[in-house]
């Protein structure tokens, strides 16, 4: 059974950091891109970045780019977001994800249950 568990949300001030992890199991770890998507109260879900899957590619929404950066250790199975320089549109639910996806949320198989982010100002 494929899981995957983000954790590290929380309540930060306007221009704080904070670091997610998500950490899979039940699956190829390494033969999965993965991606992170934020989908904020009354708005859909949207792409927030993605990691190929040996880690030497990455792309990011333009609203998190030279914000956010994604890492991931295939040893460990575990996907990271370092989000610098949050700010209250930041606020949201973070989902990590598992396919051979792009931008698209229908291009990823598997989902966490979320974790909350919320940047005050």
């Known amino acids: 059974q494929v899981q995957l568990a983000e954790s590290g949300g929380g309540l930060v001030q306007a221009g704080g950091s904070l670091r997610l992890s998500c950490a899979a199991s039940?699956?190829?770890?390494?033969?999965?891109?993965m991606g992170w998507f934020r989908q904020a109260p009354g708005k859909e879900r949207a792409f927030v970045g993605k990691?190929?899957?040996?880690?030497?590619?990455?792309y990011y929404a333009d609203s998190v780019k030279g914000r956010f950066t994604i890492s991931r250790d295939n040893a460990k199975n575990t996907v990271y977001l370092q989000m610098n320089s949050l700010k209250p549109e930041d606020t949201a639910v973070y989902y990590c994800?598992?396919?051979?996806?792009?931008?698209?949320?229908?291009?990823?198989?598997?989902w966490g249950q979320g974790t909350q982010v919320t940047v005050s100002s």
């Open positions: 990691i190929s899957r040996s880690g030497g590619m990455t």
């Open positions: 994800a598992a396919g051979s996806g792009d931008y698209f949320s229908f291009q990823y198989d598997y």
């Open positions: 039940g699956l190829t770890f390494s033969s999965y891109t």
